[in-house]
């Protein structure tokens, strides 16, 4: 167990993007292998969007990451957070800090980027994707990226977290954000035992539907717990879905990268309640 936290206390540049790469290759050749939507679109110019978008995100967060840090550091010295104020077995340790920091550093925001007009606004870049696959995980708007990060930052002091409970969290984040967005088919048994425990493919497709109001359900990331707990988890037939966003259908604005950055700085449209309308 020591050899680990030193490991991730540390983990190499090289290793974490080797972590990236890796899972981004093994979902694609599941999806290859085993599609649940049969691809209909320009493959090659989808997934060379989501790449650059992939790429802000990178250089947002490795911009940022002495604040990570500096952040972890500080929590540790100045015995803050559950994580410090609490002494328990380093495995129990590990699964709250892994769930504190997925509440705050990814349901939370992600809740919030929802329900408050200038953040949905950002946000919706990712839900402007049509075709989601292992490669849309990390479709964000480089302003997103930033509340993101500082929303992670939160999550820091709140769990206590040391440095190796940070890229602990980070890895598997990063590796659950690909899988619960891949493309994949596996046994609708397997998902339903899956997802008592973490966000799958099936729980997380619902979220990509056009239309309220199941755009706003199954925010989670890593646990599907936190859905659970505050009612917005729905299971529904994945084969009736329809990815996208119903105010931004327009494939010359979402399959365009300027326009999309542009996004956030236009007049506002709001998504319209379709619940009385629309059962899946």
Not at 48 to 73: E, P
Request: glycine content about 4%; proline content about 4%.
């Amino acid at each position: 167990m020591d050899e680990l936290l030193i490991y991730f206390s540390d983990m190499p540049t090289l290793h974490r993007t080797a972590l990236l790469v890796g899972g981004l290759s093994f979902f694609f050749l599941f999806e290859s292998l085993a599609p649940f939507f049969t691809k209909k679109h320009n493959w090659w110019k989808h997934t060379g969007i989501n790449l650059f978008f992939t790429l802000t995100t990178i250089i947002v967060n490795f911009a940022m990451a002495f604040l990570l840090l500096q952040s972890a550091d500080w929590v540790v010295a100045h015995n803050f957070g559950i994580m410090q104020m609490i002494d328990l077995p380093i495995w129990i340790s590990i699964l709250i800090g892994l769930m504190v920091m997925d509440f705050v550093g990814a349901w939370l925001i992600h809740y919030i980027e929802h329900h408050v007009t200038w953040m949905w606004k950002f946000h919706l870049i990712h839900h402007t994707d049509q075709h989601v696959d292992t490669f849309s995980a990390n479709r964000h708007h480089p302003g997103e990226s930033v509340f993101r990060f500082a929303f992670t930052i939160l999550a820091v002091f709140v769990a206590g977290a040391p440095v190796w409970m940070v890229f602990i969290y980070q890895s598997v984040s990063l590796v659950m954000s690909q899988f619960n967005h891949s493309n994949i088919s596996f046994p609708l048994w397997l998902d339903k035992i899956l997802c008592l425990v973490i966000a799958t493919p099936h729980m997380h497709r619902v979220h990509h539907h056009y239309r309220m109001p199941y755009s706003d359900t199954n925010y989670g990331n890593i646990f599907s717990i936190w859905d659970r707990i505050f009612q917005t988890f729905v299971r529904v037939d994945n084969r009736k879905l329809t990815y996208g966003m119903d105010t931004h259908m327009d494939v010359k604005s979402t399959e365009n990268i300027v326009e999309m950055l542009k996004i956030p700085f236009q007049s506002y449209r709001p998504r319209i309640e379709y619940e009385s309308e629309e059962k899946l």
